[in-house]
């Protein structure tokens, strides 16, 4: 292509790398959501063994705490995916 010039630098690397408490505070909203969403889906096969009804409202609810076990793990298992990725 005439008139466009290819970079002849190299784009320096990123320094440092993501601690998994950055990683689990980013990966929260999504380790949450999907906690509740299976304890939800727990409640439903509860119910159908006998057990009472866990309600959506409920699953959030408890779904906030038990998120952050969950984003510290995913964020363990991240780091490592992105360790392995730097070897």
């Known amino acids: 292509?005439?008139?466009t010039k290819s970079p002849s630098r190299k784009a320096p690397a990123t320094e440092g790398n993501w601690p998994v408490w950055?990683?689990?505070i980013l990966?929260?909203?999504a380790t949450a959501l999907t906690v509740a969403?299976?304890?939800f889906l727990a409640g439903l096969i509860a119910n159908s063994a006998g057990f009472g009804v866990i309600t959506p409202v409920a699953a959030i609810l408890w779904s906030i705490?038990?998120?952050?076990?969950?984003?510290w793990l995913a964020g363990r298992w991240l780091r490592?995916?992105?360790d392995e990725?730097?070897?």
Do not use: Q, R, T
């Open 27 to 29: 990966l929260y909203p």
């Open 37 to 39: 969403i299976n304890l």
């Open 80 to 82: 490592g995916l992105m």
């Open 1 to 3: 292509m005439s008139g």
């Open 65 to 71: 705490p038990l998120g952050v076990p969950a984003a």
């Open 22 to 24: 950055k990683l689990a």
């Open 85 to 87: 990725a730097d070897e």
